[in-house]
């Protein structure tokens, strides 16, 4: 791939380069100026495309998983997402992997851990709860629950409870990028609750305070579970005092309550909500984003494509692509539940951030 502009490689082939590069691939090596341009693009070329996934296409092919496979069998009864560019890492855009997870009344998935990180987000059913390292976590719909790396984690739904859909988020594809993934199963297959239930919202939940007692030494957030409607009721209240940002409107992360920062070292998340009829401005980021629809419907401007959701589809940002959503609704708010890749991007210093139209810098447009 040769450029035409100075400082970029623009070497043309003759017979003696092309013996000089045969050699050196014997060797296995190779002359920098046949693929300078490639490997430094002028900015980021994800290799995934936007997609969105409709919950109406999908939600009958994840209930079949559970006549088909058995939970002993298969594990986790998972469908997953994938991006046609990216079916070789099973992600879903860029490093990141989600998929709809089904469970009937009574189920439980065998206990494990492993290095990436996993948040679940709460689609529909009844008595599903989560076990963290000995936390037990109750869930209802539009619930976030994170699964921070390196915790014991095992789903269930309650026998009480109802068939039960959720959505996991997880960085595998990046853990396998980085040759850093390693998974155990847990040695009695299921662990014991050892806290009181739900003792992660006693202890972390009210704002503004934190226990006078105990520490917490772990790099994600003492706040295991962020429920929806404090969530949906911060929300809304922000929306009163603010205009909200022109490119997410009314747009809140969920943090971790002790530091501020985000609720996992690779993952973060937020909500954001768009006003009845409200449309963003578009702009363009650095870092992957994988939105569902948690309550209304709109649509998306995704690199150029419009994409028309409602609730619980769910669709994905590649990186640097720009971006603009709009609420479709005259009358009623729309709600976008969001994780991400980006606190892994920030703390490599590679954040970075433009509004549709300000190419700052010396690079070229990008297409
Ligand atoms: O429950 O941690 O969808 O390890 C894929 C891999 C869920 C989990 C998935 C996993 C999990």
């Known amino acids: 791939m040769r450029e035409d502009i100075i400082g970029r490689a623009n070497v043309e082939d003759t017979d003696e380069l092309r013996a000089y590069y045969h050699e050196l691939e014997r060797h296995e090596a190779g002359a920098l100026w046949t693929v300078a341009n490639a490997i430094e693009p002028w900015f980021p070329q994800s290799a995934s495309v936007p997609v969105l996934w409709r919950y109406r296409d999908l939600r009958d092919h994840v209930l079949r998983s ?8 298969a594990g986790r009864r998972v469908v997953y997402l994938s991006n046609p560019n990216r079916r070789d890492v099973a992600a879903a855009v860029g490093w990141l992997y989600t998929g709809l997870q089904a469970k009937n009344p009574g189920e439980v998935a065998s206990s494990h851990r492993h290095s990436a990180s996993a948040l679940r987000f709460i689609m529909e059913g009844r008595g599903a709860y989560t076990i963290v390292d000995g936390h037990k976590l109750t869930l209802g719909r539009n619930d976030f629950v994170l699964t921070p790396n390196g915790t014991w984690h095992e789903h269930g739904v309650s026998a009480e409870g109802t068939t039960c859909i959720w959505q996991d988020g997880l960085d595998i594809p990046l853990m396998n990028a980085l040759e850093t993934n390693f998974y155990e199963v847990h040695p009695d297959l299921a662990q014991k609750v050892t806290y009181p239930v739900d ?8 704002p503004g305070l934190r226990p006078s007692t105990g520490t917490w030494s772990h790099a994600y957030s003492p706040l295991l579970k962020y429920e929806w409607e404090p969530t949906y009721d911060g929300l809304t209240r922000y929306a009163k005092a603010t205009d909200g940002s022109p490119f997410d409107g009314v747009m809140m992360e969920y943090m971790n309550p002790l530091t501020g920062g985000p609720v996992m070292q690779t993952l973060g998340a937020s909500m954001q909500l768009l006003r009845p009829g409200e449309r963003t401005k578009a702009h363009r980021h650095t870092g992957s984003i994988l939105y569902q629809c948690a309550k209304g419907s709109g649509w998306s401007v995704i690199a150029g494509r419009r994409f028309d959701w409602q609730e619980r589809d769910i669709f994905c940002v590649p990186s ?14 729309a709600c976008l539940f969001a994780f991400n890749d980006l606190p892994t991007i ?13 190419h700052g810098g010396h690079q070229p447009i990008a297409p």
Request: charged share 30%; glycine share 4%.
């Open 346 to 358: 920030r703390a490599l210093g590679l954040y970075r951030e433009e509004a549709f139209g300000d």
């Open 320 to 333: 640097w692509a720009l971006h603009e959503h709009a609420n479709a609704s005259p009358s009623d708010d």
């Open 199 to 206: 003792d992660s919202s006693h202890l972390y939940r009210t």
């Open 66 to 73: 559970l006549d088909l496979v058995s939970p002993e069998k």
